[in-house]
């Protein structure tokens, strides 16, 4: 199983990937890279969806017993 990280890391490949065939004027291969970019990031998403948020929420937990 992948981590987060690694999901992260597959949409970004996969977004480069696009750019480079949108430069090259490769739109089909742009299209393509771009769709993949879009599973990757639902992929990582439905898997740890609740990462941002748990780490938001500890902040904010954090800050009002400061206050």
């Known amino acids: 199983m992948y981590?987060?990280?690694q999901f992260a890391a597959l949409?970004?490949?996969?977004?480069?990937?696009?750019?480079?065939a949108r430069?090259?004027?490769?739109y089909s291969m742009m299209e393509y890279w771009?769709?993949?970019?879009?599973?990757?990031?639902q992929l990582r998403d439905s898997l740890y969806p609740f990462t941002g948020r748990i780490a938001n929420r500890s902040s904010d937990l954090a800050n009002?017993?400061?206050v």
């Open 64 to 66: 009002s017993n400061n």
């Open 23 to 26: 430069k090259e004027m490769e």
């Open 34 to 41: 771009l769709a993949e970019a879009e599973d990757w990031e």
């Open 3 to 5: 981590s987060e990280k």
């Open 11 to 20: 949409e970004a490949m996969c977004r480069e990937r696009a750019a480079l």
